[in-house]
């Protein structure tokens, strides 16, 4: 079956400082993968995504690339914020099912 | 785009009664509406998935009986916690996808049964 996972946290960095946060994965097939963050008292909300191997999903300075030969799928960010103080999951689809299965999520806690 | 709403935020109610919680996604119809339960500082657990006019499908160890889903419109679909009892106590979460893949998650719903 799928499964995801990720480091455990919780991950505390000091403003500025270089992130990255691990994600591997088993799955069948060609996966669809994803990085979700939910801040305090949220749901949750994507944060990228990347539908096939070499792909690079970014957004609001977080990248992460799809590398099929060490099924992995790391979420970095160069200069981290206070205001990235969240939980990141990371996740993957199979096409057939449309059901996500997430890791068990990474607390970052970034302090001033 | 592609907002999806909870209602309500936070619900607090006694043992035994039931509670219904409201997912609407609110500029995208939703084909596909799925229902999670996040216990602290976990992950998040599939309950079910519905699909517009059909019976929900719920995965394995949930109780069908007492988590009714209905999904009578692309886009509202509701949880009704029936006979609720503080063990049902949790974070409830839906996500709603359309035609393409990525699930759009709404802000969730805590509730805490006394």
């Known amino acids: 079956g799928n499964s995801v996972t990720q480091m455990e946290g919780p991950v505390t960095l000091s403003e500025e400082a270089f992130l990255t946060i691990n994600c591997t994965y088993t799955?069948?097939?060609?996966?669809?993968l994803f990085w979700y963050v939910q801040y305090p008292g949220e749901g949750l909300q994507l944060l990228l995504k990347?539908?096939?191997?070499?792909d690079k999903g970014s957004n609001k300075g977080f990248e992460a690339t799809y590398r099929k030969e060490t099924t992995s799928f790391h979420l970095e960010k160069g200069s981290v914020q206070v205001s990235d103080s969240a939980v990141y999951f990371c996740?993957?689809?199979?096409?057939?099912?449309?059901?996500?299965?997430f890791g068990g999520g990474t607390r970052l806690m970034v302090k001033p | 785009g592609a907002v999806v709403s909870q209602h309500p935020s936070r619900v607090i109610c006694k043992s035994g009664t039931s509670v219904k919680i409201e997912c609407r996604s609110l500029?995208?119809?939703?084909?596909?509406m799925f229902w999670y339960r996040q216990f602290p500082k976990k992950s998040l657990m599939l309950m079910a998935t519905?699909?517009?006019?059909?019976?929900?499908?719920?995965e394995q160890g949930v109780e069908k009986d007492k988590f009714l889903i209905n999904h009578a419109s692309l886009t509202l679909s509701t949880l009704t916690v029936t006979s609720a009892h503080p063990e049902d106590s949790s974070f409830y979460i839906c996500?709603?996808?359309?035609?393409?893949?990525?699930?759009?998650f709404g802000p969730g719903t805590r509730l805490l049964v006394l």
């Open positions: 996500s709603a996808q359309g035609g393409q893949e990525t699930q759009y």
């Open positions: 799955a069948t097939g060609y996966p669809s």
């Open positions: 990347a539908t096939k191997a070499d």
């Open positions: 996740a993957l689809s199979n096409n057939a099912g449309n059901m996500l299965t």
């Open positions: 500029d995208f119809q939703a084909t596909t």
């Open positions: 519905s699909n517009e006019g059909s019976k929900a499908t719920y």
